[in-house]
């Protein structure tokens, strides 16, 4: 049997490239997925350890009030310390306008430290000098040069910023970084998440000298502190790992359908050939390994290639997000042998699984069998009603385990004790994977019904050749379904994604226009704004329209401060801004809106003194959901009684369309800074959240297209063994007058059909298993969840599924077309 086995691959090879192509996607999938998270892991290493560099012992949890006398004792011990933790400062640039930043210190263990890097500049040498992270100078347009303030009052530090650094993800989210001596006067609001010291004797001596004064139990080694915040950070990665294992998951699982299907034709174009081989002597058993082992060796060559690719590709996908995005800190991409190990044994263990139950079904068949037509899919026989039967169950059992799932959760809903419960999510589980199992099964029945329907509508257009198409692509039932059941997959669950994000957008952009429905407001709290100021952020590139909104400075007592009372007119008023009068209007007389960080502490159920010159009101505070910038608002009558005559309290900004919300907000705070006003900027913000969805969307469904280009070359693959098996018929329509043009098309048009009637399945499935998840997962935290169809990109779905249907038939046509009719009619 081993030249049978030798033979079979060199006649066969060229069959195997859809195989091939399948498992080694899949491979160099988990390939790339070993070297992110080794670059992540390596990166977090590196990150979390680099603030603790040159360290004996750590002491936590240590009391802000007790570092001076930490630094007696470093002093007194020749040992050196270095504070890890930070302040939040008001910080000042040059233009004037203050920002409240994290101010930490740079390390002091070591005279050259290697944390934070340096971007741009160099490190503090001196006391007056700092550096800021590259993320928050890009910001507030800072650079080495320029001068800033920390602080305020007596302590306040003037500073020249000598450098930018990015901190990494090592500890908090520091902005701003100084010399200890410079940020020691701040201790007292400070946050220490450690001290690191270094000092002369052994760890035991260290950390009984260290612990004299901040206590011995909050002492340990530096090594084993560092550790310990390496294997938290880990539990991140292993999430972000996990959900790449996942999509690893899917696209192997449509390899698997690819494989199984590519073995199934192939052994049907072969009964005659393994019919034969049973006639002169050969085994069922012998047989079934030979064939098992062609899938072997196609396995493990695939294999191999897959991790070579994945090696490369999982390189070069380190290099690129490290390079535009520094702030990852990933670290090497080198992923461990135990990865390789895992994707070669997946790799050759879905080749040879898949090809299993082919290879049995194929081989059972006795040899006088083999001669006939195989039709174990139609509802005649035994084999296709057990099939119909079994899909119809899993459609309709599915169907009822997710509507279970729904009421379920509709139930928890109205007892917040049980919101988040996985009861529900666990019934939608096992209701998609049957009902999706039921689909697939019934796929020999449905998509060539669904390719016959498509085609005779597409006939009045393409006339008989989109028929013949039709005819061609669904006369083998199973062979069409297992030939679009893999797309199907991917097509579903991109769909499922895509209405689920896109439904949860529009609950999350309601919430972000609540929170934030102003794209800017520019406030002064020392004194009104002029008139001139108004005009210049008006003229702001960006700015469709700047309102002036008329308020007084008052002081609110319950210890909230200073503020700036604004009254919003009517709201047709505001020169047009969209607002909901809910968030930013609605007051009674006797009420007044805080800004949201005024609410910490303070009690609703008391009323507060609010004094605008010699005028004091007692006011109800009443808290709702919008940001209306720094400001306090009160309706009109109150201004009125506080302040008779008001003036431009704040100016409230409408951005043109499209406009980015980062660079309205430099472009404003220039203009206000020279007024000493702040800026809150709404359209930042919810443009930060938009674009988290939309890299969350895009990595997922570019992770799920993985799969749909496995299932497409599935198809592809189909078309082409298919016009191998129909090489005398195609010459027979050649010899009757169908020209090669019309050939291509006939074929072209076939492989559209498939995907596109695949896709229009699996659309229909996803929009349905989309409701079902945002009922289940969704609706009970935010009540008022409405289905959104994302028709654009559903759209682009099925013209992408068509152009990739229409590219996957290229190859097959002109194969065909090139056979002349009398060579095609002699073919065996």
């Known amino acids: 049997m081993r030249t049978v086995l030798l033979a079979a691959l060199r006649s066969h090879l060229r069959r195997y490239v859809a195989v091939g192509v399948a498992v080694g996607i899949g491979v160099a999938f988990v390939v790339v997925t070993g070297a992110i998270t080794s670059a992540t892991r390596d990166g977090l290493s590196a990150s979390v350890g680099a603030p603790f560099e040159g360290a004996d012992v750590v002491a936590t949890d240590v009391d802000p009030r007790r570092l001076d006398r930490v630094q007696e004792l470093a002093a007194d011990d020749g040992a050196r310390l270095s504070v890890i933790g930070s302040a939040q400062l008001p910080v000042t640039p040059d233009d004037g306008v203050p920002d409240d930043l994290f101010v930490g210190a740079v390390p002091g263990l070591t005279d050259s430290p290697a944390w934070p890097e340096v971007v741009d500049g160099r490190l503090p040498a001196a006391d007056g000098e700092a550096v800021v992270a590259a993320r928050t100078a890009e910001t507030l347009r800072l650079g080495p040069g320029d001068t800033i303030t920390v602080g305020e009052g007596r302590r306040a530090a003037e500073l020249t910023v000598v450098g930018t650094v990015e901190p990494g993800t090592s500890s908090g989210a520091e902005d701003v970084f100084l010399r200890w001596d410079d940020l020691e006067p701040f201790a007292d609001l400070m946050f220490v998440e450690a001290v690191a010291w270094s000092g002369p004797g052994s760890l035991a001596v260290q950390s009984r000298t260290l612990g004299t004064v901040v206590g011995a139990d909050r002492v340990q080694p530096a090594r084993q502190y560092v550790d310990a915040k390496v294997v938290a950070a880990n539990d991140g990665v292993d999430v972000l790992t996990t959900m790449l294992l996942l999509f690893a998951g899917i696209a192997l699982f449509v390899a698997v359908l690819v494989i199984a299907n590519t073995f199934a034709i192939l052994l049907a174009q072969r009964r005659r050939e393994l019919a034969l081989l049973r006639c002169v002597g050969a085994t069922r058993a012998q047989l079934q390994r030979s064939v098992r082992l062609e899938a072997l060796a196609v396995g493990t060559v695939a294999t191999a290639l897959g991790m070579l690719a994945g090696a490369g590709l999982g390189r070069v996908v380190v290099a690129v997000v490290r390079d535009r995005f520094p702030e990852t800190g990933l670290g090497d991409a080198s992923a461990s042998w135990s990865w390789y190990a895992a994707a070669a044994v997946v790799g050759v263990l879905v080749t040879v699984l898949a090809a299993w139950l082919p290879t049995r079904r194929a081989t059972r068949v006795p040899p006088v069998a083999a001669l ?166 008006a003229a702001v590139p960006g700015v469709e329209r700047a309102v002036a909104v008329p308020g007084a400075v008052a002081r609110v007592g319950s210890g909230v401060g200073e503020v700036t009372v604004l009254a919003p007119d009517e709201i047709a008023d505001l020169g047009g801004l969209a607002l909901d009068p809910d968030v930013v209007g609605g007051l009674a007389d006797d009420e007044i809106r805080l800004p949201a960080s005024a609410y910490d502490g303070l009690r609703i159920d008391r009323r507060v003194s609010v004094t605008a010159g010699d005028r004091t009101l007692r006011l109800r505070p009443v808290y709702t959901e919008g940001d209306a910038g720094q400001a306090a608002l009160v309706s009109p009558a109150v201004l009125a009684r506080l302040a008779p005559r008001p003036a431009t309290g704040a100016v409230w900004i409408l951005a043109e369309s499209g406009t980015s919300g980062a660079d309205l907000t430099a472009d404003l705070a220039g203009v206000a800074g020279s007024y000493d006003a702040g800026v809150t900027d709404g359209l930042a913000r919810r443009d930060y959240v938009d674009l988290q969805l939309t890299i969350v969307t895009a990595s997922v469904v570019g992770m799920l297209g993985i799969a749909v280009v496995i299932a497409l070359v599935g198809i592809a693959n189909t078309l082409g063994l298919s016009v191998l098996e129909r090489t005398r018929e195609l010459a027979l329509l050649r010899a009757l007058g169908l020209t090669r043009a019309r050939l291509r098309g006939t074929l072209a048009l076939e492989g559209v059909l498939l995907a596109v009637v695949a896709t229009v399945l699996g659309t229909a499935v996803g929009v349905a298993f989309g409701w079902v998840g945002l009922q289940t997962v969704i609706a009970p935290v935010v009540a008022a969840t409405p289905l959104v169809l994302p028709w654009g990109q559903l759209g682009l779905v099925v013209l992408a599924a068509a152009l990739a249907g229409l590219l996957a038939a290229v190859l097959p046509a002109r194969r065909a077309a090139r056979v002349a009719p009398a060579a095609g009619l002699t073919a065996d």
């Open 372 to 537: 006939g037509p195989d039709d174990s899919t139609r509802l005649a026989t035994g084999a296709g009603r057990v099939r119909v039967v079994a899909g119809l169950v899993g459609v309709l059992g599915g169907t009822a385990l997710l509507l279970r799932a729904v009421s379920l959760a509709r139930a928890n809903a109205a007892d917040p004790a049980l919101v988040g419960s996985p009861v529900p999510l666990l019934w939608m589980l096992a209701g998609g994977m049957a009902a999706f199992a039921g689909v697939v099964l019934l796929g020999p029945v449905l998509v060539p019904a669904l390719v016959r329907l498509v085609g005779a509508a597409a006939s009045r257009v393409a006339g008989p050749t989109a028929r013949l198409a039709a005819d061609n692509a669904s006369r083998d039932p199973r062979r069409t379904g297992a030939a679009t059941a893999s797309l199907i997959v991917g097509v579903t669950l991109t769909t499922a994604v895509l209405v689920g994000i896109a439904s949860t957008r529009s609950v999350i952009d309601a919430e972000m226009a609540t929170q934030h429905p102003l794209d800017a407001t520019v406030t002064r709290t020392a004194e009104a704004l002029p008139e001139a100021a108004v005009d210049r952020l």
